[in-house]
């Protein structure tokens, strides 16, 4: 994986998308500083100080859309967890890819893909923001109930350390993937996650299902039962 350090930023995504000819397949943009950060569904990513992570891998798999691509999240979601465990702290996957400890979040993940014109795949952007060492005072600014990896371990994070850990981590297990797709990691991702057998309501876009969240399929999809015990298969969406 090459490098990419910018010193500020607005959005890593941003620069990544917009600069997708001129990266390199498997490049890490990165800052500690970003002053616009996207979310998923339209939200922002806060800048949260600069002792934590904003950054984007970049990946040009092949100039095809493949249904494993939009795994990639998902491998990203099981990578940021094992990073955390080598912490100490015991991070909880709420479907399809954020991480919380103890019920608050503490990264973020947002995926894009850039496409030509014509529809031909130039790149997928892999953003990721983690917050490592947050002040109170950025934490009470998010608008839902957060937390931070040194909040948590009590101990201050080295951010480059952690940074090499996930990318290392990601290159380590990214080849297989693309190859096995999410069944490689369909265990590890249950055993983390804290939303099956439970009732829970999907917002995907203008719907919403509710039901019981029964598992989690090959795909990576959730399968929810409903009251009238039909089941949908959601590929997408927002557990409320
Ligand atoms: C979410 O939970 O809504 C996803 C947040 C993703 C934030 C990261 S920070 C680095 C990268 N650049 C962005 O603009 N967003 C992602």
């Known amino acids: 994986m090459d490098y990419l350090y910018l010193e500020e930023t607005d959005s890593t995504n941003r620069y990544a998308k917009d600069g997708i000819n001129d990266i390199k397949d498997m490049t890490v943009v990165y800052t500690y500083k970003q002053t616009a950060g996207r979310g998923r569904l339209q939200r922002k990513w806060s800048y949260a100080g600069e002792d934590n992570i904003y950054a984007s891998i970049v990946l040009k798999p092949s100039n095809e859309m493949r249904e494993v691509y939009s ?3 998902q491998l990203l979601c099981i990578v ?8 100490g702290v015991e991070p909880k ?5 954020d991480i919380k400890v103890k019920g608050k979040k503490i990264s973020g993940i947002l995926a894009e893909a850039s496409t030509t014109q014509d529809g031909v ?5 892999l953003g990721f923001g983690v917050n490592l060492n947050t ?7 998010i608008d839902q109930p957060a937390t931070s990896l040194n909040i948590e371990t009590g101990e201050f994070v080295n951010k480059e350390e952690f ?9 380590l297990y990214y080849n297989s ?20 057998n439970k009732e829970i309501a999907v917002k995907v876009f203008d719907k919403t299902y509710c039901g019981i ?9 959730l399968r929810l039962m409903d009251k009238d015990n039909k089941e949908h298969i959601l590929l997408i969406g927002d557990i409320l």
């Open 213 to 221: 969240a029964a598992d989690v399929t090959q795909n990576g999809a």
């Open 93 to 97: 996957i709420k479907w399809p890819n």
């Open 121 to 125: 795949l130039q790149g997928i952007i």
């Open 163 to 171: 940074l090499k850990k996930v990318i290392n981590k990601f290159c």
């Open 177 to 196: 993937f693309i190859e096995e797709g999410f069944v490689l990691i369909r265990e590890d991702y249950k055993r983390r996650a804290d939303f099956l």
């Open 80 to 87: 940021l967890a094992e990073v955390f465990e080598e912490y």
């Open 135 to 141: 002040k109170l005072d950025f934490l009470s600014k």
């Open 71 to 73: 795994n990639l999240t």
